[in-house]
């Protein structure tokens, strides 16, 4: 990580959210209420059978009312990134964190399992949000289907990332 970045990664805050089969006005919607600017689709493909969430598509809608949005394949979602992929793209959510309201986005819209003892029911959860924590971010904020948001301890999670 570079010291500028370093400097400037006190008091970051990322949010999660998975698209789910949201209609597009539903899912920004919730964008909206959580004062989402910067969008970071972390899947390893930008694509989705809901036509709304495929790259293209999501980003000129995106860009229309206003969010940024980047594509990190780098981050994983259906396979496996190399670690220094991995690390470069945790970093570019901090960077692009640091300036902006954002959020870290994949296809899964429940963040937990509903086991007993929940899981991490995507990599959103399991895998980044642990290595944005090390790496600096005060606050990871999953946003839920519903509208509500929540906080986790994703370290104390059961994942299979």
Known sequence: MSKTLESRTHGIIVY???HGRHAWTDFLALLKKHEIEFL??????????WVQFNGKVLEANLLENGIGYE???????????????????????????????TVI???????????????ANCHRVGLLSPLLRQKG????????PDGEAMEVEEKRLLSIW
Do not use: F, Y
């Not at 970071?40 to 059978?49: F, G, I, L, P, Y």
């Not at 394949?73 to 692009?96: A, H, M, S, V």
């Not at 986005?105 to 899981?119: A, D, I």
């Open 16 to 18: 999660t959210i998975g």
């Open 105 to 119: 986005m994949c296809s899964e819209s429940q963040p937990l399992t509903k086991h007993r003892m929940p899981r």
């Open 71 to 101: 594509w990190l394949p780098e981050t994983g979602g259906k396979t496996k990134p190399r670690p220094e992929d991995l690390d470069r793209g945790i970093n570019r959510i901090l960077e692009i964190a640091a300036e902006t309201r």
């Open 40 to 49: 970071c689709d972390v899947r390893s493909a930008a694509r989705s059978r």
């Open 137 to 144: 971010a005060e606050k990871i904020i999953h946003i839920l």
